[in-house]
């Protein structure tokens, strides 16, 4: 999967703040994502961020 910083991601499962939208601030083995709706940060596994990835927006358009 072609992820890149600053890559805005929409979930399959939305944050309890109720967002679905997530910013990519690194990637590696683990990906770090900030929320979009309430600024919180979180690392996930690649294996399991990957599989909960529903759209990926680049510079304003899906990829």
């Not at 399959?12 to 703040?17: I, L």
């Not at 990637?27 to 919180?40: E, S, V």
Request: hydrophobic fraction near 35%.
């Amino acid at each position: 999967m072609d992820i890149r910083i600053n890559d805005k991601l929409t979930m399959k499962k939305q944050h309890p703040c109720g967002s679905y939208e997530w910013i990519v601030l690194r990637i590696g083995m683990d990906f770090k994502l900030r929320c979009t709706g309430c600024g919180h940060e979180v690392m996930l596994p690649r294996s399991k961020a990957e599989k909960n990835i529903k759209k990926i927006w680049r510079d304003g358009e899906y990829v």
